[in-house]
């Protein structure tokens, strides 16, 4: 069945209509303040390119964090300063599919996930499998393990239907299980052999994964009239917003408050159920509905990251309506190796600030990343930010535009159940480079202002890639290693990749220079 851009959001409140889970009443209410932006921006990508017709899937949406035990703690803590940016990414992808046509199932019930695709009572201990009628399941990691317990052996069979909502990201080492277990990156998550183009991430992590992202705040509500919009509209009062809605999350940072204090006025939305334990100069408005939060960050300054949360989304927002983000360096970096909350995720990303891809991606002026143990840096840093006027700025990957377009690309063009060698993009697409040693082809491929495109790997693993890199091989292997298609120059040997769930942009080591497969990033 062909579909096309949809003008109403009807059929998915009807999806979505469990209004006693506080979590589903969260992703409702951001739908229906967002609409009219998503309804505009289908109405343009509708005008402004011929093909949004596609055939319609039948999709499953079922966030595993929100069923089950672990679904009943998340619930708990929705209305108590408890991770949101999930249902961030989960309102907007559902709104984005129902926009793009498509047939949307929406769940958070275990037993309701068993009628709708396990397998049938058979006779005695024999369960009948059904087919399965979804063409896509999207989930998360713990969901996962839920779909694993109801298809039973059907899992495997359409597991190449699944997209994993993965926020922080899964690199290639550790999702291939025997070699994840033989080399060190077993985790607590990874190892259920996907295509790792199967994760979705939140932020543009590793290539290796397929960056899903959300939609921000937007400082006009008037998308189509930025010519109405005058300076004045960004008038900021003198005040901070401090990011961290828990009071744990200030523990040790009250020296670095306290110098932003003293020039701004200082605003917070902590949870407290008790008495409060936040400096008595603070003013703490308690957790706001995302609405009001928003309302708050318009009128302030600037945005101040504590150092956690990592890489959420109201850092996005907050920049989107104006504010300067103002950020903790790390140094050393954090990450699996040293790092509680990183530990055990299957990455090896050094994490070098609280927002990496607001320290990398957007920078100054908006985002400054400063040593917060050293007060002059402080100092110099808002007295610089305060004297600087900051438009509200809005990368395009997080407009309704944006993610619409890369939905509909993925949608479109990602088939990870057929077995022949991915066409998209095209072989055209190759930009061929040789890496120096100790470098991965993420930070190859971006130093040459491109992107690194695992599904280009199959078109570089031949000894003619060496050769048209002017390679001398003395010997040449196929093995089982993230780190090949590579090269060493001692004893110049040539290593191709055995198995293609192992092609990886993000590895890198000292002893290998990575032949990479970038292209040209949009
Ligand atoms: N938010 C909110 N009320 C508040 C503070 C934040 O609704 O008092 C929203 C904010 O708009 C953002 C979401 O919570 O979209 C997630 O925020 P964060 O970046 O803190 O990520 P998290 O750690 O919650 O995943």
Redesign the pocket.
């Known amino acids: 069945k062909k579909t096309g851009i949809r003008t109403s959001l009807s059929s998915l409140y009807e999806a979505i209509s469990n209004t006693s889970s506080p979590a589903v009443k ?1 992703i409702r209410t951001r739908v229906e303040r967002m609409s009219e932006r998503w309804i505009q921006a289908g109405l343009k990508m509708r005008q402004s390119s011929n093909k949004t017709v596609s055939t319609q899937m039948r999709v499953l949406l079922y966030p595993g964090a929100l069923a089950g035990n672990v679904g009943q703690h998340f619930e708990a803590m929705v209305e108590r300063g ?7 990414q989960w309102a907007d992808l559902s709104v984005c599919l129902t926009i793009l046509g498509h047939d949307l199932t929406f769940s958070t019930s275990k037993h309701q996930l068993h009628s709708l695709i396990g397998a049938a009572p058979g006779r005695g201990s024999c369960p009948i499998q059904r087919p399965l009628t979804f063409d896509l399941i999207y989930t998360d990691y713990h969901g996962l393990a839920h779909l694993q317990g109801a298809m039973g052996l059907a899992f495997q069979h359409y597991q190449c239907r699944f997209r994993i909502l993965d926020s922080f990201g899964t690199e290639p080492a550790f999702n291939f299980p025997s070699y994840a277990r033989s080399h060190g990156f077993n985790t607590l998550w990874g190892s259920w052999s996907l295509q790792p183009l199967q994760y979705m991430t939140m932020f543009p992590h590793t290539p290796d994964n397929s960056f899903l992202g959300f939609v921000s705040e937007e400082a006009v509500k008037k998308e189509l009239r930025e010519d109405e919009f005058k300076p004045e509209g960004y008038k900021k009062d003198k005040i901070a917003v401090v ?1 961290g ?1 828990q009071d744990y999350m200030w523990q040790g940072k009250s020296g670095y408050v306290k110098v932003i204090s003293e020039e701004l006025e200082t605003h917070a ?1 902590v949870y407290q159920p008790h008495p409060s334990t936040l400096p008595s100069f603070i003013k703490n ?1 308690g ?4 609405e ?3 309302g708050l960050l318009r009128r302030a300054k600037v945005f101040v990251g504590l150092g956690f ?1 990592y890489e ?4 996005i ?1 907050a920049i989107a309506l104006g504010c300067v983000f103002l950020q903790p360096k790390f140094d050393p970096p954090h990450s699996s190796e040293n790092n509680d909350f990183y530990k055990g995720k299957p990455t090896t990303r050094q994490i070098s600030s609280q927002h990496p891809y607001a320290e990398e991606f957007i920078g100054k002026p908006y985002v400054w990343t400063v040593n917060v143990t050293n007060k002059t840096d402080i100092q110099e840093a808002v007295k610089a930010i305060l004297s600087t006027e900051v438009k509200p700025f809005t990368p395009q990957e997080f407009t309704c535009v944006g993610m619409l377009e890369r939905v509909h690309g993925y949608i479109t063009h990602q088939n990870f159940c057929s077995k022949s060698v991915p066409t998209w993009p095209p072989e055209s697409a190759l930009r061929m480079h040789l890496g120096p040693l100790g470098q991965s082809c993420i930070s190859v491929c971006r130093r040459s202002s491109l992107l690194c495109e695992p599904a280009l790997f199959y078109h570089l693993n031949t000894p003619a890639a060496f050769t048209r890199l002017g390679l001398a091989c003395s010997s040449t292997v196929q093995e089982v290693n993230h780190m090949f298609p590579s090269y060493s120059p001692w004893g110049r040997r040539c290593g191709l990749q055995q198995e293609p769930l192992l092609f990886s942009c993000a590895g890198s080591d000292s002893s290998h220079r990575r032949l990479c497969p970038c292209r040209a990033t949009i």
Do not use: R, S, W
Request: aromatic share 12%.
């Open positions: 969260f408890g991770p949101l940016g999930e249902l961030v990011y809605k939305t408005h957790l706001l509905t995302q009001h939060f928003l949360p959420g989304p109201a850092p927002e």
